[in-house]
């Protein structure tokens, strides 16, 4: 009776075993074509954001060249012109007007901030379905946009001061005299305006890496 | 075997109406702050567009009357205040299909890259109009460019006002960008 016992308990086991077994082949083909298919799906859709995410890297280096150029070609403005007379200033650099020191300041700021964000857009490369390194990308990339549009904005309307003058407030062009200052400043102005739209390119790019599927 | 189905297929997926929920209550909040963006940018281009002011004596040398028309910057921040304005109110076409609509990926996409160049121009605009606005309040010995203020001071006044609320316009469009971006990634 042991024995039958046993063996009907054996036996059930191994029913329910097989059963068991039956059921897991199911449940594990099932699983294998689930899981197959969303890898499939994780490579493909990883396939086109680790391509986003090497071109938001390469476009960073870019940036950080552009705007690492407009610091150092304002910060380096200087020009003394030779003659002299009673009434007029001959010397002129970025610090005598606060606008060019503001963009000196934050184009600093944004070089700097670009070298801080290269290893995020590493991780981005690396793992193209990481939320948190996108999410921070977009912020801090969302908020160097206005700053830099500012910098490049200001700077704009006073390079344009500088060139036209305006007879309504009695201010005079000063680029017929300094010629070469102008011509500097403005190379900045063109070179932070590059810098904008890249960080423009890049907002988008954040976004279109943070869509899940 | 047979009941033994859904166990296989794991959960039904709900209508994870939590997730849904938060994106609807995100689409709403960017609907409001939509409408307030409008209202700063309207306030900011009339308060501009309508600065004109005439000094009551004369001289032979010096002008006496001041609008935003003699500053082509001051044009240029008309321009842009009123460009945005027109968009933010073609946009909340837009921000009513993603509250109805909350699962929308593609649009959003558009919406973060039209926000983000409608950000671009009116921070232009606003910072070029700061410049000049600054320049009218403290002049710059160093170049010879002398302050207005002093005479055209009700001129002066409208204009430093008219930068509050283009300036609140640029923070509510960093807002509505990271609104959608996060609405982009709690699907």
Redesign the interface.
């Given at each position: 009776m042991a024995d039958s016992t046993t063996i009907d308990v054996a036996q059930g086991e191994i029913s329910r075993s097989e059963?068991k077994g039956?059921?897991p082949l199911?449940?594990t083909t099932?699983?294998v074509f689930s899981t197959t298919k969303a890898m499939e799906r994780e490579d493909n859709k990883g396939g086109y954001k680790r391509g986003v995410a090497i071109f938001d890297f390469i476009l960073r280096l870019c940036a950080l060249t552009a705007a690492l150029a407009a610091t150092a070609t304002m910060g380096t403005t200087d020009q003394t012109l030779p003659f002299f007379t009673q009434f007029?200033?001959f010397q002129?650099s970025y610090d005598?007007?606060?606008?060019f020191q503001f963009f000196v300041i934050a184009m600093a700021i944004a070089s700097g901030y670009l070298v801080l964000s290269m290893p995020f857009s590493v991780v981005g490369i690396v793992r193209p379905h990481a939320?948190g390194p996108?999410?921070l990308l977009?912020?801090f990339d969302?908020?160097m946009?206005?700053l830099t549009?500012?910098?490049?904005?200001?700077?704009?309307?006073?390079v344009?001061?500088?060139h036209?003058g305006?007879?309504?407030?009695?201010?005079?062009a000063?680029c017929q005299q300094f010629n070469d200052f102008c011509q500097k400043v403005s190379g900045a102005v063109v070179a932070s305006f590059i810098v904008?739209v890249i960080f423009?390119i890049l907002?988008?790019f954040?976004?279109?890496g943070?869509?899940?599927h | 075997m047979m009941k033994a189905g859904p166990l296989e297929l794991g959960d039904a997926p709900k209508s994870s109406t939590p997730k849904s929920g938060v994106n609807r209550g995100v689409s709403i909040l960017d609907f409001i702050l939509r409408l307030i963006a409008i209202m700063a940018t309207l306030g900011s281009a009339i308060a501009m567009g309508t600065t004109n002011e005439t000094l009551p004596f004369f001289t032979q040398f010096i002008r006496f009357r001041a609008r935003y028309n003699d500053f082509p910057t001051f044009t240029f921040f008309v321009v842009a205040n009123s460009v945005v304005c027109a968009y933010l109110v073609l946009s909340l076409a837009l921000s009513i299909f993603h509250i109805m609509r909350s699962a929308a990926q593609g649009t959003r996409v558009v919406l973060i890259l039209l926000d983000t160049a409608m950000l671009a121009l009116l921070t232009a605009g606003a910072s070029a109009a700061a410049a000049i606005v600054y320049l009218a309040h403290k002049g710059n010995t160093r170049v010879n460019w002398f302050s207005i203020c002093q005479q055209f001071n009700s001129f002066c006044e409208r204009i430093s006002g008219a930068l509050i609320g283009s300036f609140g316009g640029i923070m509510l469009f960093i807002l509505l960008i990271l609104l959608s971006a996060v609405a982009l990634s709690r699907r």
């Open positions: 059963a039956k059921a199911l449940a099932h699983q007029f200033q002129a005598d007007i606060p606008t939320v996108k999410m977009i912020t969302t908020v946009v206005a549009t500012a910098a490049a904005g200001s700077a704009t309307a006073i344009y001061l500088a036209s305006n007879s309504s407030a009695n201010w005079l000063i904008v423009m907002v988008v954040s976004a279109i943070l869509r899940k | -």
